[in-house]
C-alpha cells in the first residue's frame, strides 16, 4: 500500500528528478500492482494441478501445526508419568483412549511430542532456506552481473563447498559447533547458499545479454534497479522452484543430525531424535520411533509435491517428461 | 585432444583438494573445549606433566600455522593423525573399516541399478500406463523418504516380524570367516565358506535396500525421462519404419543413447551414499566407516572425525571428477 501511495507522488516527476533509490520504489510499484494479476493467475493454476495443491494444503496445515502447538498438544510433551512408559495406541491392546498414539520410553505422549516436533522441523526449514535463498540468489546476481573479482571469489569457494557431501559437511559444522538451534540453521546455510548461488549467477549471465537489459542500460538506469527491479523478477520462478525443492532435503539433513544426537539438543523434541531414541524399544514399542518418522515423510513428500507442481507451473523448462 | 581435456579436469581438482583439507583443519580447530582436556576424560586422572607430553604428541603446543603445515604434509604421506580415543592411526582405522562401507556400497549401486532402469525402461515405453503412474509414485516417495526410517521399517517388517533378514551387522560370531580382503562376500567365495556367503548377502540386503533406495528413485525417473526423449528422435521413427521389432527398438538403438545421462548420475550418487552410509550404518550396526565416524563424533575424537570427513570429500572429489570423465567418453557430441 505504502509503496502505490509513493508511487503516485512519484509518478508526477520527471524521470530524471528522481534519485535512484525512487526511481527503484516506482518500478517496484509498477511491479507489484502487476504481481497482483499474475497472483490470481498462478492461483488458478494451482487449482487445476491437483497433486501440488494438495501438497500445498498439507504443508500449510504443517505450519499451521507448528504455530500453535502449544494450544493443540492433549498432554505436556516434556514431562512423562512412569506409570505411561512405552504405553501402546488406543487401538492396540492396553492402549488407554486419552493418549492417541501412546507414549515414548520415558512416558511421555507421543501426539503431543510429535506435534511439538513440527516446529523444529518447520522452523529449521524455512529459515535455513530463507537464509540460503537471500544469501546465494544476491551473490549469485551481484557475480553474473559484475563478473571480475567478486564472481572469481565466490565462485571458487562455492566449487570448494561443493566438494564436500552435504550431510558430511553438515555434520562436520555441527561437530564443531556443538549443537543449538542456531547452530544448525548456521551448519545447514553454510553451505546451502550454493545451489541457489549457482543458479542465479547462471540465469543473471545469460539473461543479462538480453535486448530488455540492453535496453534498460540504454535508458540510464542504474545497475543496481537493473539487477533488482529488471534480472531478479525473470530468474525468481526458478529460485521458488529450487527452494521449495530443497526445503524437503534440508528438513531430512535436519532429522538426519538429530537421529545422530547433533541437532538441536536433547530439551527440544524433535523428529530424528525421537526416531533414534525409539529404536531401543523397537522390539516391544515398534510406535515410538515408527510415527514420528511418518510425520516427517508426510511432510517432505508434501512439499515436494508441491515444489514439482510449482516448477511445472512456473518454469516449465526444468519439466521432466 | 580428449585426453588433454581430462587432464586438464585432474588438474583444476588437485586445488580443491587442497582447499577441502584446510576447510576441514580450520573447522576442527573452531570447536570448543582444549583436546587435551577431552582425551583426559577418557584417560582419568593425569599429572601436568603428562598433559604436556600428549599436547606435544598431537602438536597442539605449536602455533596454528604450523599445525596446518604438519596436518597437510601429514595428509600427502597418507598420515591423517592419531585418534584420540583409539590411540592409533587415523589411516589404519579408516583402512580398516573401508571395506565394510565399500561392500555395503557396491550393494547398494547393485540393487538400485535393477530396481531403476528396467522400471525406467518400461515406464517411459509404456508411458501413462497404470505400471508408469504406479513406478512412478514409488520413485516419487522414494526420494522422499528418510533413509532411517526406512531403514527401521525395514528391520520392523524383514527382522522382528517375519524373521526374514537380520536386522544387524555383517556376519553372526558363530560363522567363522578368515578374513583376506575384508570384503565378506569375497573373502567367503576365495575360501569356499558357502555358509557363511549366505549369511553375508542376508545381512546385506536390507542396509543395501535402505541405501539405495534414494538413488534407485533418481535413477529410474531419469532413465525414464532421457529415454521419453530419445524415444521422440527421427532415427527412432525410422528404425521403426524400418520394420525393426518393438525389442530391437527400444534396446538396441534407444536404450544405448538414454543411458548416457543415467551414467552420470550413477557416479554422481557416490556422493549420496557417502552420506547416506553414515546413517544407515547406525541403524544396521553395519561395522564401517559410517559407524566409525558416528561413534568418534559422539567420543569427541577429532582427529578421527576429521581424517574421516577428509577422505569422504577427497573421495567425492575424485567420484565428480570420474563423472566428467565418464560423461566424455560416453558421449561424444560433448566437449568438456
Redesign the interface.
Known sequence: MKVNETNVHLAQLPTTDRSPLQQHLYLLGIKLRLQRQNLGNFFRQLKRHPTAMVGAIVVVLYILMAIFAPLLVPHDPFTGILGNRILPPKWYEGGRPEYLLGCDELGRDLLSRIIYGARVSISVGLISVTVSTVIGVTAGIAAGYYRGLFDEIFSRFADLLLAFPFLIFALGVMVATGPGFWNLIFALCFKGWVEFFRLARGETLSEKTKEYVEAAKASGQGHLTIMLSEIMPNIIHSVIVLGTLRMGSLIITEASLSFLGLGVGTRIPAWGSMISSGRQYMMNAWWISTLPGMALLLLVLSINLLGEGLRDILDPRLKID | MRLARVLERVFVAIP??L??AI??FF??R???GDPVDLMMGEAGSVSPREMEALAREFRLDEPLHMQLYHFLAGLLRGDLGNSFVKRKPVARLVREHLPATVELAIGALVIALVIAIPIGIISAVK?HSILDRVSMAGA??G???????MG??L??VFS?YWHVFPSHGRLPFAVGLKTITGFYTIDSILTGNWSALASTLKHLFLPSLTLGAGTAATIA?MT??SM?EVLRQDYIVLARAKGLTEYAVVVKHALRNALIPTVTIVALQI??F???N??VE??FGWPGLGRL??DA??R?D?PL?QGA?IV??LT??MA?LLADIIYTFVNPKIEL
Open positions: 580443491v583438494m582447499g577441502v576447510i576441514v573447522f576442527m573452531l570447536s570448543p508411458q516419487f516417495l526420494i522422499s523418504m528418510p533413509a532411517f526410517w527401521i521399517v528391520i520392523l522382528v525417473r525414464r525421462s521419453l556422493g549420496t557417502l552420506g547416506g553414515m546413517i547406525t541403524v565416524v558416528v563424533i559422539q569427541r577429532f572425525v570427513v569422504y570429500a567425492f572429489v565428480n
